[in-house]
């Protein structure tokens, strides 16, 4: 059970004369003929961000947000507006405009609040205070210092730490109440090298929902930078990637980009209830290889796609999306799981108090499975092997989605061999991951790094999967 | 402090005076010079589909930015808050980091002597009052002239009708303060074609600075389901080496990538494959591409850049030569240029074009693609290798024979913008970059 609505609600409310007693009230002024829910979402959120370039800290930046969001529901209607002031008078101003919306129907009121209960996933710690800016300062150079004396082919060097502190206070219509701190931190290095007039970049980095000390765990820091530093090395030795249709074997942990794109956000609820996505009306059905099974788990600790609770105050859970290739479940908000007859999943994420919440991934993953990975390798005559990847892009209505390869080789007669350029890989979701024919022993997260986009919104996400092998999927090389 | 009410130039004072007292409160805890921007926004989106309202939102932002240095340290901080508080909280968090950062030779504000004195009038606000309700309406006719078009637009993704206004003043301890009202409208459509099994959506829209300059609510329904509905049985085609003709959507895209690529935050890190390109021949000696950033009206014109500085009309490639670089104060100083006026990015850059539209280039393309999508971010502009997710259609003998999903179209920006055979009359315009089409000799097309 989270104990933190004492000082959530002192920071959020009490600045502004306001306290928990008087959410029924305001819900109240959301209420009314034609509204079947209403919420009322509280934020404050402090961020840092510290870049170290040219072998010195340039600069930093702080940030303070803070705000309400006021929606009102009716039917598959929203009205949504909000307000950097927390004050009753801005409140009844953004409940009127929300509100305005609806025109028949109706919920009576709310009375009672009850609190969600949850157990929450990460402590409470403000990040940004839990180290020095000295020591900050100090980490980031003491990084760029020991790169670059890993390599005299290093050219340039950018360190960059970032951490973010949330407190979040949502109040709905429905009688329910959730709070949440969220600690989140980020440090990121990325280097170029050059030889023979030949320049290639790497980068590397890694966090979660945890304090910057993760960082100095286990050498951490300078681990992303090694990682970076050896990807640019592999990339100088890079051929052009093949152009065409060719088996291609991802390796564990961030390759899981793959299913955030070809499965993931085609089993968000809002696009299957408007049956804009190719998996729409599909459950039950199979969809991908049998070796398939995918899930959505909110519910790790300190991993940076996690939520104790959910940005609509539904605990957050693990949803399996896909079990043996056959279609279980979509992720869902409260609105569209309303909509649908289902239950929420705890999957309502929203960027911010300025924006509306929508169904959104956590940390979606593919469990394990039982070859070894060698073995996979193996059963390649001439493919690919995709070491680690960029970002991607799903058209979820088609199906057809792309990521990038930021490290990948050669696939010949069973072993990798040459390392080849970055390139860009398209398919189509159910048709890829119908193609999946082998499944590592090997399931590995993400090292913390991933953010997801949907209609301008930015969350914090994480992928997963292990080692696996597609047998046809398109490669957009320049080569042979 | 005075609180600012309204949008609207009436709030300009009340603005330029928040930004004096930030200054003057950052001069008062220590720092030795500083930067300041403050900004008040509203808007208006609404969002329509199958014939029903889906949202009505109402956007009210605030919020103020300081970049403040103490001696060659520098620090930044940003708020959403307003009112005496948050500026000495803000001030100070700004200051508390440039004390920890290290030394920087070449961070500062410009030159006095170079801020920008007369700023030209551009004419950019446009407020445009508009309940809800005929907001809704603009959107709903636009959704109904598009499900109307075609019996196979069966569904839809949303029609939303958007208004914005914001006003902004920048302010410096050099002396500059700049402000101006701005607006954005903007009406887009997207919509979902079914047939024989296949879904596809396309979209249209458009987006101007007069609410009622914005193309009628029906065309832009009906280019919307048009759109949709010709993507409809799209395929790969074989891997292959063909010419390929970005629509001029998407070619603004292609010059976008080379404006990254002559900027000078990318040269001074070394990220850039046109490092001491200055003066070589990079594109046909036909080609050139300018800036005018004093257009009235136009999406991309400002009258000062980020540091304060004039901005000023000028070529960057001219017969197909590089001029100059994009730069900013710090990163000129960085590569010991004088600053360009970028600081924040060029403001609405023209590429010179022929008189042949787009069905004149395909003819003359004869047999290739034609790129009228692309996915992912495939770019590496260290290298200039470039790889990315494509769709479009499949031309021969100089005409569109099918429609082409699930390809990758592949090069190297340095051989594809020396490759331009010509740029289409066929001008975009809803963006901060003008370009026609682009026809290229030669990518790799990467399919079945």
């Given at each position: 059970m989270s104990d933190w609505l004492l000082p959530v609600s002192e920071r959020l409310l009490t600045p502004g004369g306001?306290?928990?007693?008087d959410l029924p009230g305001l819900l109240g002024e959301l209420?009314?003929?034609?509204?079947d829910a209403a919420d009322l979402y509280f934020q404050d959120q402090v961020s840092e961000s510290w870049v170290l370039e040219d072998g010195i800290v340039k600069e930093g930046g702080f940030h303070l947000e803070q705000g309400v969001g006021v929606r009102a529901l009716a039917g598959e209607k929203t009205g949504f507006a909000y307000s950097n002031a927390i004050t009753a008078e801005a409140l009844r101003q953004a409940a009127q405009a929300a509100r305005s919306i609806a025109r028949s129907g109706g919920r009576t009121p709310v009375e009672v609040l009850a609190r969600a209960s949850f157990a929450p996933?990460?402590?409470?710690?403000n990040p940004l205070d839990a180290m020095s800016r000295a020591d900050k300062v100090e980490l980031l150079k003491r990084v760029d210092v020991a790169t670059r004396a890993l390599?005299?082919?290093?050219k340039q060097v950018t360190v960059s730490l970032a951490g973010v502190w949330e407190h979040i206070l949502v109040a709905a219509l429905d009688g329910s109440l959730a709070s949440d701190i969220r600690p989140l931190v980020r440090f990121n290095v990325s280097v170029i090298v050059e030889q023979n007039g030949r320049r290639e970049r790497g980068g590397h980095g890694g966090g979660g929902r945890?304090?910057?000390?993760y960082f100095l765990d286990q050498d951490r820091a300078m681990g992303y930078a090694r990682e970076a530093l050896r990807q640019a090395l592999v990339n100088l030795e890079a051929l052009p990637a093949p152009a065409g249709t060719l088996p291609v074997v991802l390796g564990p942990g961030w390759s899981g980009v793959l299913l955030h794109e070809a499965v993931g956000h085609g089993l968000e609820g809002d696009f299957n209830r408007k049956g804009s996505?190719?998996?729409?009306?599909?459950?039950?059905?199979?969809?991908?290889?049998?070796?398939c099974t995918i899930v959505d788990d909110?519910?790790?600790?300190?991993?940076?796609?996690?939520?104790?609770?959910?940005?609509?105050g539904t605990p957050t859970q693990c949803t399996t999306l896909i079990e043996n290739g056959v279609l279980k479940g979509y992720m869902q908000d409260k609105l569209n799981a309303r909509l649908m007859g289902v239950a929420a999943?705890?999957?309502?994420?929203?960027?911010?108090?300025?924006h509306l919440p929508m169904p959104r991934m956590t940390n979606t993953y593919m469990l394990a499975g039982e070859s070894e990975p060698e073995e996979i390798i193996r059963s390649v005559k001439k493919g690919i092997y995709c070491a680690n990847l960029g970002g991607g892009q799903v058209d979820i209505t088609s199906g057809k989605f792309v990521f990038s390869t930021s490290e990948a080789y050669l696939i010949e007669d069973g072993r990798i061999t040459a390392p080849v350029k970055g390139a860009t890989l398209i398919g189509n979701g159910p048709e890829a991951m119908s193609r999946v024919s082998m499944v590592g022993n090997d399931l590995a997260l993400d090292s913390g790094v991933g953010t997801c986009g949907k209609d301008g919104q930015s969350v914090p996400v994480g992928v997963g999967q292990p080692t696996l092998k597609i047998d046809g999927i398109t490669v957009g090389g320049t080569g042979a | 402090m005075s609180e600012v009410e309204g949008?609207?130039?009436?709030a300009l004072p009340g603005l330029q005076e928040r930004v004096a007292q930030i200054i003057d409160e950052a001069r008062r805890q220590g720092a030795s010079a500083c930067e300041v921007s403050v900004s008040l926004e509203q808007g208006l989106s609404t969002t329509v589909r199958r014939g029903e309202v889906e949202t009505v939102e109402f956007n009210r932002d605030q919020g103020f930015g300081i970049t403040l240095y103490v001696g060659q340290c520098k620090g930044s901080a940003s708020t959403t808050g307003s009112g005496p508080q948050a500026i000495r909280e803000t001030v100070a968090a700004a200051l508390a980091i440039a004390r920890h950062a290290s030394e920087d030779t070449?961070?500062?504000?410009?030159?006095?002597?170079?801020?920008?004195r007369e700023l030209p009038e551009l004419d950019l606000y446009h407020p445009w009052q508009i309940s809800p309700e005929q907001a809704i309406e603009q959107a709903l006719t636009c959704e109904a002239a598009a499900f109307a078009s075609?019996?196979?637009?069966?569904?839809?993704?949303g029609t939303s009708l958007n208004t914005h206004q914001g006003c902004r003043a920048y302010g410096n301890s050099n002396g500059f303060i700049g402000s101006y009202c701005s607006t954005r409208h903007s009406l887009s459509c997207v919509m979902i074609a079914e047939a024989d099994g296949q879904m596809q959506r396309d979209y249209f829209y458009d987006v101007n600075r007069?609410?009622?300059?914005?193309?009628d609510p029906t065309s832009i329904g009906r280019r919307a389901a048009e759109r949709a509905v010709r993507r409809l049985g799209a395929r790969p085609v074989p891997t292959c080496e063909v010419p390929v003709l970005f629509s001029a959507e998407l070619a603004t895209g292609l010059f976008g990538h080379f404006l990254a690529a002559i900027s000078g935050a990318n040269l001074y890190r070394k990220?850039?494959?046109?490092?001491?390109?200055?003066?070589?021949?990079?594109?046909?000696?036909w080609l050139t591409l300018d800036e005018?950033?004093?257009?009235?009206?136009?999406?991309?014109?400002?009258?000062?850049d980020g540091d304060g500085l004039a901005t000023y009309a000028k070529p960057f490639v001219e017969n197909g030569r590089l001029l100059s670089y994009v730069l900013g104060t710090y990163s000129g100083r960085k590569l010991g240029m004088a600053s360009t006026a970028n600081a924040g990015g060029v403001h609405n850059l023209f590429v010179s074009h022929g008189d042949e539209d787009q069905a004149a280039l395909i003819r003359r393309m004869g047999r290739g693609l034609l790129v009228t999508e692309l996915m992912g971010q495939g770019l590496n502009l260290v290298t200039g290798d470039y790889s990315r997710g494509a769709g479009g259609y499949w031309v021969e003998n100089g005409e569109i024979q099918f429609p082409v999903q699930e390809v990758t179209i592949a090069g190297n920006l340095r051989d594809m913008f020396r490759q331009i055979v010509a740029v289409g009359s066929?001008?975009?315009?809803?963006?901060?970059i003008r370009s026609g089409s682009v026809l290229l000799e030669r990518m790799t097309v990467a399919g079945s």
């Open positions: 306001l306290g928990i007693d209420a009314g003929p034609g509204i996933l990460y402590a409470e710690g390599d005299p082919r290093i945890t304090g910057y000390d996505s190719a998996y729409s009306g599909r459950i039950g059905e199979r969809v991908a290889s049998p070796l909110g519910t790790l600790a300190n991993r940076r796609g996690s939520l104790s609770v959910d940005d609509e999943t705890g999957n309502g994420r929203r960027e911010s108090y300025a | 949008i609207g130039p009436q070449y961070a500062g504000l410009a030159d006095a002597a170079l801020m920008a075609d019996p196979r637009i069966r569904n839809a993704d007069i609410g009622q300059a914005l193309l990220a850039s494959y046109l490092e001491d390109s200055l003066g070589q021949v990079l594109f046909p000696e005018r950033p004093h257009i009235q009206r136009a999406l991309g014109s400002a009258a000062y066929d001008v975009e315009t809803r963006s901060n």
